[in-house]
């Protein structure tokens, strides 16, 4: 049974519609990847599942529940959270204070306990606890981004292109770290358009101009002849 679902939906910013009439689905515990050109809809697909965006047409369930009409704050409540594009740290706070942040609708006790965690998770985190987070490298800055939306605990993970633009090394670190989440059940939905990243998804999406246009085991949606020539070549 699928754990979260986005039926029929339709989104855009104002007059402007990006996504039409699409459906989409993850599995609990899986990590469904979404891939596509720039402008096909996918972190406007991020936006809408953590309610960041309205949906202006169809709905969204999560274990059964439609969450269509809570706002952001309900939905992270209930398990989402949203590792977005180009990280949106609080620059000017230092590491610990980022993370804080995360937890920011949590008991003040259980947060500490979470950032333990994230800490062991990425121990360069606990290094440079005090450090301000805008001088921080671009692949620490995005481990810090990836470990404030785990300070939650959430049921969903949604990672906007979370390796873009960082070292090797660090995005080894970075799948460890979801394969990880994936086997505590963590359902994850990943956009990305790293062939590294690609091998660890369990299923695929293909994203046109707001449409699924392919869907299925991520080695038979990747290697299909439309989707290497728009994506890939």
């Given at each position: 049974?699928s754990?979260l679902?986005?039926?029929r939906?339709?989104?855009?910013?104002?007059r402007?519609?990006?996504?039409?009439?699409l459906n989409?689905?993850?599995?609990?515990?899986k990590?469904?990847?979404?891939?596509?050109?720039?402008?096909?809809?996918k972190?406007t697909?991020?936006?809408i599942?953590?309610?960041?965006?309205r949906?202006?047409?169809?709905?969204?369930?999560?274990n059964?529940e439609?969450?269509?009409?809570l706002?952001a704050e309900?939905?992270?409540?209930?398990?989402?959270s949203?590792v977005?594009e180009?990280r949106?740290?609080?620059?000017?706070?230092?590491?610990?204070?980022n993370?804080?942040?995360?937890?920011?609708y949590l008991p003040t006790?259980?947060v500490?306990?979470?950032i333990?965690?994230v800490y062991?998770?990425f121990?360069v985190l606990?290094?440079r606890?005090?450090?301000i987070a805008?001088?921080l490298?671009?692949?620490?800055q995005?481990?810090l981004t990836?470990?404030?939306a785990l300070i939650c605990?959430?049921?969903?993970?949604i990672?906007?292109?979370?390796?873009?633009?960082?070292s090797?090394?660090?995005?080894?670190k970075?799948?460890?770290?979801?394969?990880y989440l994936?086997?505590?059940?963590?359902?994850?939905?990943?956009?990305?358009?790293?062939?590294?990243?690609m091998?660890?998804?369990?299923y695929?999406?293909?994203?046109q101009?707001?449409?699924v246009?392919?869907?299925?085991?991520p080695?038979?949606v990747?290697?299909?002849k439309n989707?290497?020539?728009?994506?890939?070549?």
């Amino acid at each position: 049974m699928s754990y979260l679902k986005v039926l029929r939906a339709k989104a855009g910013y104002g007059r402007k519609k990006v996504i039409e009439g699409l459906n989409f689905q993850a599995e609990k515990g899986k990590i469904t990847l979404v891939v596509g050109p720039n402008g096909s809809g996918k972190s406007t697909l991020a936006m809408i599942i953590a309610g960041l965006l309205r949906l202006s047409e169809g709905s969204i369930l999560l274990n059964g529940e439609d969450i269509t009409h809570l706002v952001a704050e309900e939905r992270a409540r209930r398990g989402i959270s949203l590792v977005p594009e180009r990280r949106h740290l609080f620059s000017e706070m230092s590491v610990k204070e980022n993370l804080l942040m995360g937890g920011i609708y949590l008991p003040t006790l259980q947060v500490e306990k979470e950032i333990k965690k994230v800490y062991r998770l990425f121990p360069v985190l606990k290094m440079r606890t005090h450090q301000i987070a805008g001088t921080l490298s671009g692949g620490e800055q995005q481990m810090l981004t990836i470990a404030r939306a785990l300070i939650c605990n959430p049921e969903v993970l949604i990672l906007d292109e979370p390796c873009r633009g960082i070292s090797y090394k660090l995005i080894e670190k970075i799948l460890r770290v979801l394969l990880y989440l994936k086997e505590k059940g963590t359902t994850i939905i990943l956009i990305e358009q790293n062939a590294e990243v690609m091998e660890i998804a369990d299923y695929a999406y293909a994203m046109q101009v707001g449409r699924v246009i392919a869907r299925g085991k991520p080695q038979k949606v990747l290697s299909q002849k439309n989707i290497k020539t728009l994506f890939f070549e």
